[in-house]
């Protein structure tokens, strides 16, 4: 773990004073959220401003890097974000992430959703040498710096993350060590100007007892309650309940069973209690991932 400054400000000469942020293995353009979250009042970002920040460690400093705060609650200003899912390192990943950086320089985004599969890293476990996977995920971070260091990069987890039921494989400790994400990281809300975010873990049980369920009602529950502010409620997850791919087609959760090579733990509440929740209430808009690549954008300017 090494402690990296921060430094940031409303000009390009960053006159606010650095500060200390723990970064580890973490993307340094990742954790500038949580550090805008933890360091009190004066750190707040202000509404559609332009804000600038620099990172220094070990010597080296990172260029001066804008980005725009979103509107604050309530505010009618149109909310742009980007969706992304199954990126991974190939040759397509590439031009996708060329594509955003385009539609970056014709459009101001407040932030990209990354539903899932993110690096395809654990994909190198069995056929390549020790540390092979943290390499693959580091020239994944280099390769979408240009897009996540100017706005937030809001992932949550596939099944190439979470493969739990194997040893060899992920089991989401390296995602949570490289993304700051809010809440337990794997399921999370957060809001932007008009838009209420939900972020479920399809690789988890969400059924009407489980820990996901009961939090993910309770979430939608509030989010209605504050349409006045957020008019716009948007569930994005990585597996989706409804595919007409012929290969994934509909995540129905799985029993447990050990048939395969692996144990394999049981998920359930996707095919009743969860598409229960989204009709109860009233959710707007669902982003997922899977089909891979995925690439596609989202502008919404009220209700």
């Not at 353009?29 to 550090?35: A, K, S």
């Not at 985004?109 to 020790?130: E, M, Q, T, V």
């Not at 993350?161 to 040893?167: A, F, G």
Request: hydrophobic fraction near 35%; charge should be neutral; include cysteine.
């Amino acid at each position: 773990l090494r402690t990296s400054q921060i430094r940031s400000g409303l000009h390009i000469d960053l006159y606010i004073a650095p500060v200390q942020v723990a970064l580890g293995c973490r993307y340094a353009g990742l954790v500038l959220h949580q550090w805008v979250h933890t360091r009190g009042s004066d750190a707040q970002p202000h509404p559609w401003h332009d804000h600038y920040y620099q990172i220094e460690s070990n010597g080296e400093k990172s260029a001066v890097i804008k980005f725009v705060a979103a509107p604050k609650p309530g505010s009618m200003t149109p909310v742009s974000f980007m969706h992304v899912g199954d990126v991974g390192t190939f040759g397509t990943s590439v031009m996708v992430t060329n594509d955003m950086m385009k539609r970056m320089e014709k459009q101001q985004f407040h932030g990209l959703i990354h539903c899932g599969d993110i690096s395809y890293a654990n994909k190198f476990n069995h056929s390549r040498p020790d540390n092979a996977e943290q390499k693959v995920w580091d020239t994944w971070g280099q390769m979408v710096e240009p897009v996540g260091s100017k706005m937030a990069y809001m992932a949550v987890p596939g099944n190439h993350e979470l493969d739990i039921y194997d040893s060899t494989n992920e089991n989401g400790t390296i995602y949570t060590k490289r993304f700051i994400m809010p809440g337990n990281e794997r399921y999370f809300s957060f809001g932007v100007g008009m838009v209420q975010f939900v972020a479920v873990s399809t690789d988890e049980s969400i059924d009407a007892t489980s820990t996901q369920g009961e939090w993910f009602k309770n979430v939608l529950t509030k989010a209605n309650q504050n349409r006045d502010n957020r008019p716009w409620l948007v569930v994005f997850q990585h597996r989706p309940i409804y595919n007409s791919n012929n290969k994934h087609k509909n995540w129905k959760g799985r029993q447990f069973n050990t048939s395969s090579r692996y144990v394999n733990p049981e998920i359930i509440g996707w095919t009743d209690n969860f598409p229960t929740l989204l009709v109860e209430h009233n959710v707007d808009l669902m982003l997922m991932g899977t089909c891979s690549p995925l690439r596609e954008d989202m502008a919404h300017e009220g209700p």
